[in-house]
């Protein structure tokens, strides 16, 4: 930051920039971090451009957030900004140069949504929202933060601001790092508070990572299943472990620090300036400070209810005195008539103790018009102890654990070992 004070990551081309509504496309999260810090109230608008979008999507994302200039360390031709009058090559490195660093505008700063196929929701946020859920006060002790996320997502970005409010030094991932290997590095580095997905978190407990041992470690993004606190639990049991409701549309909604998966009912229908939450149609709602402001483009859906509360399209449901998410409304499986929550059957499986994460889909049947079928990853035959039953059995085994609670309709017709599941880049499993 104080080196940005009198230096630029941009060339010291600011003034090309004010006003603008810049698209930051660059291949170097660093890069993309100088730049975002720099153009705050400088540039009208700052359209975040994740580095897995698709060339041909650049023309959709310019023409719906109106973009006039172009940030990146790409060539023009990649990032299809041709018709883009204003191209500034980023750098991950700060020169010295003089520039006039006046506030000018109240900066719009634009995410992409995950998990959607074809164009990206564009989602209408401001650093006010964005920072809304961050404590002012800063940590008693030295922290070093890092993520699994991209902080050009909603998650990542989280984590980026947290560093630049609360103090403190960030470490990011690398483009291919393998888990491992950034595992390696956030323990060289002294990581102490890191940040991913439930996905990320049961790959990286398949890589033992001698020394790294974090004070804080956060989950969000997927559906949290008390397997994985557990898991986490007993390899950091030196570490506070949270898991937060967030969504790049809700904002963050609400933070779980005792240990058990779902969240205490008494957070639902409390009157909050920060946050309100209810349930309708079995769905979680949020309406709150830290929601998005819209999607951009004219054809585009609208954010909110007339009461101003965002559905997350969550499913939720109430056990005792404590809610349960189950899975996607719009990722049921249609067995027969019958729905199924593929996360309700993961859940069920990731419980069993030689497995290390499973990924539930649908198969077509000519009777049912379709079938659940599992893909499991299993501890290393090394680590199974002397004496324990080969594949054919355990197989055998994970079923009876999911007849003993699910319904005979949701029980897997099939389970088939494998080696890894596919994560995107969001973090999340792959699903299609």
Same mark, same amino acid.
């Given at each position: 930051m104080d080196d940005l004070v009198g230096g630029s990551s941009l060339g010291g081309r600011l003034e090309e920039l004010r006003g603008c509504s810049v698209l930051i496309a660059t291949k170097d999260q660093l890069s993309a971090a100088l730049a975002l810090i720099e153009l705050d109230g400088i540039a009208r608008r700052l359209v975040l451009c994740p580095p897995?979008?698709?060339?041909?999507?650049?023309?959709?994302?310019?023409?719906?957030?109106?973009?006039?200039?172009?940030?990146?360390?790409?060539?023009?031709?990649e990032v299809a900004a041709a018709d883009v009058q204003c191209f500034v090559r980023a750098e991950a490195k700060i020169a010295r140069v003089d520039c006039d660093r006046r506030a000018s505008h109240q900066t719009e700063w634009i995410l992409f949504t995950s998990g959607t196929t074809g164009p990206p929701k564009l989602v209408s946020h401001t650093l006010s929202s964005l920072t809304g859920p961050i404590e002012s006060q800063k940590p008693a002790e030295a922290?070093?933060?890092?993520?699994?996320?991209?902080?050009?997502?909603?998650?990542?970005?989280? *984590?980026?601001?947290?560093?630049?409010?609360?103090?403190? /030094? +960030? #470490?990011? @991932?690398k483009a291919r790092e393998s888990i491992g290997d950034f595992l390696a590095r956030a323990a060289a580095e002294g990581v102490?508070? *890191?940040?991913?997905?439930?996905?990320?978190?049961?790959? /990286? +407990? #398949?890589? @033992?990572?001698?020394?790294?041992?974090?004070?804080?470690?956060?989950?969000?993004?997927?559906i949290v299943d008390q397997a994985i606190l557990d898991k986490l639990r007993i390899a950091y049991p030196q570490a506070t472990i949270v898991h937060a409701f967030a969504s790049t549309e809700a904002g963050v909604a609400f933070e779980v620090r005792d240990g058990l998966t779902g969240f205490p009912a008494k957070l639902v229908g409390q009157p909050s300036v920060d946050v309100e939450i209810k349930i309708e149609n079995g769905?979680?709602?949020?309406?709150?400070?830290?929601?998005?402001?819209r999607y951009l483009g004219s054809s585009s859906a609208m954010l909110t209810d007339h009461d101003g509360f965002i559905d997350t399209r969550?499913?939720?449901?109430?056990?005792?005195?404590?809610?349960?998410?189950?899975?996607?409304l719009d990722g049921v499986i249609n067995v027969g008539g019958l729905k199924v929550h593929p996360e309700e059957i993961e859940t069920v499986i990731n419980r069993h103790p030689r497995v290390l994460m499973?990924?539930?889909?649908?198969?077509?049947?000519?009777?049912?018009?379709?079938?659940?079928?599992?893909?499991?990853?299993?501890?290393?035959i090394a680590e199974w102890s002397v004496g324990e039953a080969g594949e054919d059995a355990l197989k055998i085994d994970i079923l009876d654990?999911?007849?003993?609670?699910?319904?005979?309709?949701?029980v897997p017709a099939t389970i088939r070992f494998v080696p890894c599941l596919e994560v995107s880049d969001s973090g999340k499993l792959a699903r299609l």
């Open positions: 897995d979008l698709p060339r041909e999507h650049f023309p959709f994302v310019i023409s719906t957030a109106g973009v006039d200039a172009v940030v990146s360390d790409r060539d023009t031709s922290v070093v933060w890092s993520t699994f996320y991209d902080i050009r997502r909603y998650g990542g970005l989280q *984590i980026f601001l947290r560093a630049l409010t609360q103090g403190g /030094s +960030l #470490m990011l @991932s102490t508070h *890191i940040s991913g997905t439930p996905s990320h978190w049961r790959r /990286s +407990l #398949m890589s @033992s990572v001698d020394k790294f041992a974090p004070r804080y470690i956060r989950l969000s993004g997927e769905t979680l709602r949020i309406r709150s400070s830290r929601t998005a402001a969550d499913l939720v449901q109430l056990h005792g005195d404590r809610y349960y998410f189950v899975g996607r499973s990924l539930v889909k649908a198969r077509k049947n000519p009777i049912t018009g379709a079938v659940v079928t599992a893909q499991v990853v299993v501890k290393p654990s999911c007849r003993a609670v699910l319904a005979p309709y949701k």
